[in-house]
Nanobody, 120 residues
């Protein structure tokens, strides 16, 4: 089992950047594929990005491709989401997630979320 804690959210102006971090507990972090999701006010949670357990493969939603970058540091048990060229529609609660099934499969473990607000 793994526990996840996100950080790095905040208020930023449109066009700005933020880097989210997600620290995981446990000694088998490198076995997990990791993902980032976002839930906007009044909407369902949506997939943003994922990275395979070995870090060789990354996947992105069309809405963030070219602006967001997912990465992992297994030595620090941390997954990151670098977000550039932020837009007001990027506002929401950002969640990291982990799974042993593969980066594009259902995620079993979730963090508590961190709020990102992008002002226009």
């Amino acid at each position: 089992q793994v526990q996840l804690v996100e950080s790095g959210g905040g208020l930023v102006q449109a066009g700005g950047s933020l880097r989210l971090s997600c620290l995981a507990s446990g000694r088998t972090f490198s076995s997990y594929a990791l993902g980032w999701y976002r839930q906007a006010p009044g909407k369902e949670r949506v997939f943003l990005a994922a990275i395979s357990s070995n870090g060789e493969h990354t996947y992105y939603a069309d809405s963030v491709k070219g602006r967001f970058t997912i990465s992992r540091d297994d030595a620090k048990n941390t997954v990151y989401l670098q977000m550039n060229s932020l837009k007001p529609e990027d506002t929401g609660v950002y969640y990291c997630a982990a799974t042993l099934r593969g980066a594009l499969y259902e995620y079993d473990y979730w963090g508590q979320g961190t709020q990102v607000t992008v002002s226009s």
